[in-house]
Each structure stands twice: as structure tokens, then as C-alpha cells.
């Protein structure tokens, strides 16, 4: 069975300064993850993904990743964060050995402060 | 990409009564998936919806509560059964296309 693990329910960081998102999986076959962005009244929408290949993965409006395989992890990471960036974030795994589930975290609450 | 068209996008429902979401897809696609979003929580799988077979419910979703129709490779429907206070939820559909998932603008259930 997969899993993942968001530990910080919020994170909180002040406009301009780097913010990081921390996610850990567990999967029994290769680990597709995702990163999916919930802004309030909005629906979800894909900011990026890991299936194979460079460990560092570059999404929407900014946003990296980087796949840790000897770690689990798949922290979400931006240089420079926006106040706009505020928002509800989701780590996501599915089985890439044929799984067809995507599993979610609990989320991870983003403030950012002007 | 793909975009999905669901609704009603809120409703309020008195206690025991059932309500039926549709999902609307613009393109064909094999799996359609339902998850549920309690608030301030995290996305539930509750079910797997493939056209000409029976849905594929996870644990602790049961057909009788949330029985699920695919009529065609585009659109579905979750009905919502006998509706309790802990019903109270978002509703999203959500299919798979270039190994990501795209969602419906989702359902705001409040259950009184």
C-alpha cells in the first residue's frame, strides 16, 4: 500500500525569503509524485510531477521539487516566495507498477507574509 | 489536459435525502475517480469508476451509500444516499491524463 507523509501542517514565511514544503512516501513499486496546489474557492490544480529521470523537477509558477530516493522525500521548494503563493498544498504518490490510485497527504497550509 | 465540468457546485440537503453529482468530461477516458474532502482535511479515494463495469470502492465506501454510474467514456455521476451531517464534504471527480490528475471545481455538500 502507498502512503505519504506531510509532518508540518502549516508553514509560515515571509515574501522574498525561500519556502520549503516537506512530503515523504512510501510505495511499493517506483514512486510517481505530484504536488498539487488548492487556492481558497478554487479547485485543485497540478503544479508538478516526478516520473523518472533528473531528481530536481521544475513546476508551475516557480515552484521545484527534488526526489530523494534514499530518503522517501519529495520536499516542494520555491526561492523566493509570494504573498499570492498562500494557499493549500498537497503531496500526491501513485504506484508507477501499474497502480492506478493517487494517494494524498494531509496537506500543508502556506502563509506568506508581505 | 482535460477539463471537467461537475455539478451542482454547492448544494444544501436536509438529513435522509440523496443527491447525484455529474461529472462531465471533455474527452474519452478509461477511469474516472471520486474523492471526497472532508473539511480542513486531506483528498479520500472513495471510488474508481470504469465504463461497463461496476465501480472499484475503496475501504470504508460502500456502493449502497455512494452508488456511482458510467454510462460512456465521458461522464458519471455520484449519488450521496441517505445523507447524514458527516456527509458534509467537497465532492470531486477527477481523471487522469499525461499521468497527472485533473479535477472537477468540485461539489460544496453541506448536510442540516
Known amino acids: 500500500a502507498q502512503s505519504v507523509a506531510q509532518p508540518e501542517d502549516q508553514v509560515n514565511v515571509a515574501e522574498g525569503n525561500p519556502l520549503t514544503v516537506k512530503c515523504t512516501y512510501s510505495v511499493s513499486g517506483n514512486p510517481y509524485l505530484f504536488w498539487y496546489v488548492q487556492y481558497p474557492n478554487r479547485g485543485l490544480q497540478f503544479l508538478l510531477k516526478y516520473i523518472t529521470g533528473d531528481n530536481l523537477v521544475k513546476g508551475s509558477y516557480g515552484f521545484e521539487a527534488e526526489f530523494n530516493k534514499s530518503q522517501t522525500s519529495f520536499h516542494l521548494k520555491k526561492p523566493s516566495a509570494l504573498v499570492s503563493d498562500s494557499a493549500l498544498y498537497f503531496c500526491a504518490v501513485r504506484d508507477g507498477g501499474g497502480g492506478f490510485k493517487t494517494i494524498f497527504g494531509a496537506g500543508t497550509r502556506l502563509f506568506v507574509k508581505a | 489536459s482535460a477539463v471537467i465540468s461537475q455539478k451542482p457546485s454547492r448544494d444544501i440537503c436536509q438529513r435522509g435525502t440523496s443527491l447525484t453529482i455529474q461529472c462531465q468530461v471533455d474527452s474519452q477516458v478509461t477511469m474516472m475517480f471520486w474523492y471526497r474532502q472532508q473539511p480542513g482535511q486531506s483528498l479520500t479515494l472513495i471510488a474508481t469508476?470504469?465504463?461497463?463495469?461496476?465501480?472499484?470502492?475503496e475501504s470504508g465506501f460502500v456502493i449502497d451509500k455512494f452508488p456511482i454510474s458510467r454510462p460512456n467514456l465521458t461522464f458519471s455521476t455520484l449519488t450521496v444516499s441517505n445523507m447524514s451531517p458527516e456527509d458534509s464534504s467537497i465532492y470531486l471527480c477527477?481523471?487522469?491524463?499525461?499521468?497527472?490528475?485533473?479535477f472537477g471545481s468540485g461539489t460544496q455538500l453541506s448536510v442540516l
Open positions: 469508476a470504469n465504463q461497463g463495469s461496476e465501480a472499484t470502492y
Open positions: 477527477s481523471v487522469r491524463g499525461d499521468e497527472k490528475l485533473f
